[in-house]
């Protein structure tokens, strides 16, 4: 069974500008998480979906948005990028409702952004 | 609210030697925890989890983790060290019927031959 696949895996973008960035979970997970790993502030939780629906959220401001499509696939999208936005962003997927609190995620190799 | 925990950011074993990562837990109510582990350049790898039951653990490559309640600890344990153990590990908790995962800061694991 293939993995989580993230796409693009590099990305360099300017302050100002906006990115999209692509989530495809394990074939069968209907739950998809993201998070933001940052040297300073390590891994930290963005949102979670399940079945279209956005089910949390965590601190971030709204210029961090997402949603997800019938097939389960996800994006998230960074509005007017800062240079602390600058981050490796992970996409995770677990089966069932992520409110089954004991189900594992698995997760993809991530997207590494540059904000210049 | 939920936290975790990772005490050492960098914890040093001769391959060969047992090693242990440490993570100790905060929660309100019953505690799923995680261990996941990351290589350079690449995503989280999950290791193992206690949801209930047996306070000891078995996991993937060999990795264990012993669940101690009245000590609010998870710590992770391998009898004998690999180098290519070399990584970093993430311990995380979410807390019965919470949905996101809480991670600690990690702890790099160095593993010398």
């Known amino acids: 069974k293939a993995g989580v696949t993230q796409t693009p895996r590099y990305l360099i973008k300017t302050r100002g500008q906006q990115v999209t960035l692509s989530c495809s979970p394990i074939?069968?997970?209907?739950?998809v998480s993201w998070y933001q790993q940052t040297p300073g502030q390590g891994l930290q939780f963005l949102f979670e979906?399940?079945?279209?629906?956005?089910?949390n959220k965590g601190n971030f401001p709204g210029r961090f948005s997402g949603r997800q499509f019938s097939n389960s696939r996800s994006e998230m999208n960074v509005s007017t990028l800062e240079l602390g936005d600058s981050a490796l962003y992970l996409c995770?997927?677990?089966?069932?409702?992520?409110?089954?609190?004991?189900?594992?995620?698995?997760f993809g190799p991530g997207t590494r952004l540059t904000v210049l | 609210a939920q936290s975790v925990a990772q005490p050492e950011d960098q914890v040093n074993v001769a391959e060969g030697n047992p090693l242990t990562v440490k993570c100790t837990y905060s929660?309100?109510?019953?505690?799923?925890l995680f261990w996941y582990v990351q290589y350079p350049n690449r995503g989280l790898q999950f290791l193992l989890k206690?949801?209930?039951?047996?306070?000891l653990v078995k996991g993937s490559y060999g990795f264990e983790a012993e669940f101690n309640k009245s000590q609010t600890s998870f710590h992770l344990k391998k009898p004998s060290a690999l180098v290519s153990d070399s990584a970093l590990y993430f311990c995380?908790?979410?807390?019965?019927?919470?949905?996101?995962?809480?991670f600690g800061s990690g702890t790099r694991l160095q593993v010398q031959p």
């Open positions: 074939s069968g997970h209907r739950s």
């Open positions: 995380a908790v979410r807390e019965k019927g919470r949905r996101a995962l809480t």
């Open positions: 979906y399940f079945s279209e629906t956005q089910r």
């Open positions: 206690y949801i209930t039951g047996d306070n």
């Open positions: 929660v309100s109510g019953n505690p799923y």
């Open positions: 995770a997927s677990s089966p069932g409702d992520g409110g089954s609190s004991y189900n594992e995620q698995f």
